[in-house]
């Protein structure tokens, strides 16, 4: 296995949970956080580090398995939509939780999960249970969207 490919699919998953949380943690501490009203969808708060840390490690493993399948120009440009993904990921959470921008938060949500199909198909090509192992990231972000947008409906005029 190629450098490359262990040091991408691994780096590249650990970066966005690293800056991801340190906007996530003192963020859901804030008066501004505690304070919107949450739809019924809402998850507990101790759900998300247990299902982040699944997902981040499938996504690392999902990520191996595809680029050692890829041509090297397959991987390259897998490794390119790998990043874009993450730094919507980590992106996300500096937009929601200190930027307390819910609109744009939205936009950036609906990015996240249709680069996260668009990373499932693209592993999937290469590897069937790659892309079928990337399908719960991006189920869940595309619930971060809805939940995004229920949150900002609960909250506009605030």
């Not at 981040?56 to 440009?77: F, H, K, L």
């Not at 930027?99 to 950036?108: D, E, F, R, T």
Request: aromatic share 10%; net charge positive.
């Amino acid at each position: 296995m190629k450098s490359r490919t262990l040091a991408s699919s691994i780096a590249a998953p650990v970066a966005a949970a690293v800056l991801g949380s340190v906007a996530t943690s003192t963020g859901m501490k804030s008066l501004w956080y505690r304070t919107l009203r949450k739809p019924s969808i809402q998850p507990p708060g101790p759900v998300f580090p247990v299902v982040w840390t699944g997902l981040y490690a499938s996504t690392a493993w999902a990520s191996v398995d595809a680029q050692a399948r890829m041509t090297p120009d397959e991987a390259s440009t897998y490794r390119r939509k790998l990043a874009l993904n993450m730094a919507l990921n980590a992106g996300w959470c500096w937009s929601f939780f200190r930027g307390h921008q819910l609109v744009p938060s939205i936009a950036v949500a609906g990015a996240l999960a249709a680069s996260s199909a668009d990373l499932a198909r693209t592993a999937g090509g290469a590897s069937k249970r790659a892309g079928w192992a990337l399908v719960p990231y991006t189920a869940w972000n595309t619930f971060a969207t809805v939940l995004t947008t229920a949150i900002w409906r609960k909250n506009r005029g605030r």
